[in-house]
């Protein structure tokens, strides 16, 4: 099956630096990478996503971009604030199992004033 | 908004007792979806369900089964619960994007 892995597992950085978190996968037949947010006692909220026909996708501060040949995938916080500090989760899916997603196992990120 | 509500937010069993995990959806989404997520190892897919009494193994469905009658609630059973049970369970749908509900910690003593 799908394996998806994330790095980094923990990630530190001071307000207003920017952070990056990396995933690869191993299905080449995925074309569904989505990134979600946990804040301590709540379900994952997707924050972004991007389907395999493009390569880069922003939304204000956060940015996602794919490289398909080498299947890897990537989020890009810039500016961050201290309420960015979660657990962001990146997965991948293809729509022809119904989206079933395989997740990374999870960043912590912490963003220090 | 879409709205995955989840039977209940902490749950306490005991060894060997038969436990239901319920979700309901209000957007009559197709998908739908039950994961657990415990620490180191993220969310791993149990079932998911791509429509009315028709489910799918996802990769660790040992020791658990589905129900889906209805087309908004789709239910994870624990046949006989065990201590290695105990974790978060999350419910999901999907429909252009997955919508997560807010999870159930259970508890297995």
């Known amino acids: 099956g799908e394996n998806v892995e994330q790095h980094p597992s923990t990630l530190s950085v001071q307000e207003g630096d920017s952070a990056v978190i990396k995933c690869t996968y191993s299905?080449?037949?995925?074309?569904?990478f989505p990134w979600y947010k946990q804040e301590l006692g709540k379900g994952p909220q997707l924050i972004i996503d991007?389907?395999?026909?493009?390569g880069e996708k922003k939304d204000q501060r956060i940015a996602v971009t794919l490289n398909k040949t080498a299947k890897h995938f990537s989020l890009h916080i810039t500016e961050t604030q201290p309420e960015d500090s979660a657990v962001y989760f990146c997965?991948?899916?293809?729509?022809?199992?119904?989206?079933?997603?395989?997740f990374g196992k999870g960043t912590s990120l912490l963003v220090t004033p | 908004d879409v709205k995955v509500t989840q039977s209940s937010r902490y749950l306490v069993k005991r060894t060997g007792e038969k436990v239901f995990l319920e979700c309901v959806q209000d957007?009559?989404?197709?998908?739908m979806f039950w994961y657990r997520q415990d620490p180191g190892l993220g969310l791993r897919l149990i079932y998911f369900s791509y429509d009315v009494k028709m489910k799918e193994k996802g990769d660790i469905p040992e020791g658990y089964s589905v129900s889906r009658e209805k087309k908004e609630r789709f239910s994870l059973i624990l046949e006989s619960a065990s201590t290695n049970q105990t974790s978060m369970y999350l419910c999901?749908?999907?429909?252009?994007?997955?919508?997560f509900g807010p999870g159930t910690r259970l508890t297995v003593t």
């Open positions: 991007i389907r395999s026909n493009v």
């Open positions: 999901a749908t999907f429909n252009y994007e997955q919508y």
């Open positions: 299905d080449s037949a995925s074309n569904y």
């Open positions: 997965a991948a899916g293809r729509d022809h199992s119904g989206y079933a997603l395989n």
């Open positions: 957007m009559d989404h197709e998908n």
